[in-house]
Structures are given as structure tokens and as C-alpha cells.
């Protein structure tokens, strides 16, 4: 008995076995856009602290997008490229101002982190601030549908705002 039910299950086997794929199916998109920015106003050195993080694949497209150039993140020996264009990219779709003054902000660098891409970026030092006022706009060369959460937190307190493209304001009173 236990050869005849054995002897299908080789038959499909062999013939199934054959039409499996021998490459794995491609990596599908993620249905949704987001990114997130957290800014956090450090008293003890009077600066601001930022970390963007995005989906690393999205975000590989939008570098290509905007300067037309290779992009591999994961590449460590692109690793130089990688952060001119970034920095260049975060400048112009990240602006911070306290207070009503435009706030420079320094790139320190990226890391991957599962499939997602995190960005640090600090200011110089300022004065204790009250009003902080940000475009986000990261992104938004790539999806129309694009979602960016900001969080600030200034003194221990924290304000989140989601900002829904073509939107990219957020200002927070502390």
C-alpha cells in the first residue's frame, strides 16, 4: 500500500520539481512611503541632533532620480560617493530654523539597518530654543504618495506631526 501512494508523489516531484523557479522572485515594493526624521534639541551641548531614517531601496531610487548617478548603499567601497550625494540631498529636502533662523545642519553620516537607511546630522551649538520650524520633503521626487513623520522634542518634550506630500511644513512652539 505504501508504494502506491508513493509513486504519485515521485511522479510530481519530478515533474513539479522541474517547473519550480531557480531564481527566487524579485523583492516587491513596499505599498506604503514613509520616512521618519527625529530631531532632538540637546541642552547639554546646545545643538540639535538629527536622524532621518528612510527605506533603503526607496531612497536608492531617489538619489538616482535626482542626480543621475549609481547608487549602492550597501557597497562599502561607494561608501564616499554615497555620502556626498547624500549630504547634497538631505541639504536641499531637510531644513531646520529655531526661532525663526535658519539652522545649518551637519552631515555625519549613514548607516543601513535592515532595509532601511538611517541619517545623522547635528547643528552647531545654539541658544535654548522655543520655536522650531521644519520642511520635509524627503522624498518627494519619488512618490506622490509620500508620508513624512517628524518628531522634535525639545526640553524633554516631544511633538510628532505626519506630513502628507505636496505638504512639507511642520512648526512646534515649546
Given at each position: 500500500m505504501g508504494g502506491f501512494i508513493f509513486k504519485p508523489l515521485l511522479y510530481c516531484y519530478?515533474?513539479?520539481g522541474q517547473l519550480a523557479p531557480v531564481k527566487p522572485a524579485a523583492k516587491l515594493p513596499?505599498?506604503?512611503h514613509v520616512s521618519t526624521s527625529n530631531i532632538e534639541y540637546n541642552v547639554k551641548d546646545n545643538r540639535f541632533?538629527?536622524?532621518c531614517t528612510v527605506f533603503t531601496d526607496d531612497f536608492e531610487a531617489a538619489l538616482v532620480k535626482q542626480y543621475h548617478a549609481k547608487t549602492d548603499l550597501n557597497k562599502t567601497e561607494m561608501h564616499a560617493a554615497m555620502d556626498a550625494l547624500?549630504?547634497?540631498y538631505i541639504a536641499a529636502n531637510l531644513k531646520l530654523s529655531a526661532d525663526n533662523a535658519p539652522v545649518k545642519l551637519n552631515y555625519l553620516g549613514f548607516e543601513i539597518n535592515r532595509g532601511?537607511?538611517?541619517i545623522y546630522l547635528e547643528s552647531d551649538k545654539l541658544p535654548p530654543v522655543k520655536k522650531v520650524d521644519v520642511d520635509a520633503s524627503l522624498l518627494y521626487n519619488?512618490?506622490?504618495d509620500?508620508?513624512?513623520i517628524v518628531h522634535i522634542i525639545v526640553n524633554g518634550v516631544r511633538k510628532s506631526e505626519k506630513v502628507n506630500y505636496p505638504d512639507?511644513?511642520?512648526?512646534?512652539?515649546f
Amino acid at each position: 500500500m505504501g508504494g502506491f501512494i508513493f509513486k504519485p508523489l515521485l511522479y510530481c516531484y519530478i515533474l513539479l520539481g522541474q517547473l519550480a523557479p531557480v531564481k527566487p522572485a524579485a523583492k516587491l515594493p513596499h505599498p506604503i512611503h514613509v520616512s521618519t526624521s527625529n530631531i532632538e534639541y540637546n541642552v547639554k551641548d546646545n545643538r540639535f541632533e538629527v536622524i532621518c531614517t528612510v527605506f533603503t531601496d526607496d531612497f536608492e531610487a531617489a538619489l538616482v532620480k535626482q542626480y543621475h548617478a549609481k547608487t549602492d548603499l550597501n557597497k562599502t567601497e561607494m561608501h564616499a560617493a554615497m555620502d556626498a550625494l547624500i549630504k547634497e540631498y538631505i541639504a536641499a529636502n531637510l531644513k531646520l530654523s529655531a526661532d525663526n533662523a535658519p539652522v545649518k545642519l551637519n552631515y555625519l553620516g549613514f548607516e543601513i539597518n535592515r532595509g532601511s537607511t538611517d541619517i545623522y546630522l547635528e547643528s552647531d551649538k545654539l541658544p535654548p530654543v522655543k520655536k522650531v520650524d521644519v520642511d520635509a520633503s524627503l522624498l518627494y521626487n519619488l512618490f506622490d504618495d509620500q508620508i513624512n513623520i517628524v518628531h522634535i522634542i525639545v526640553n524633554g518634550v516631544r511633538k510628532s506631526e505626519k506630513v502628507n506630500y505636496p505638504d512639507k511644513r511642520v512648526e512646534q512652539v515649546f
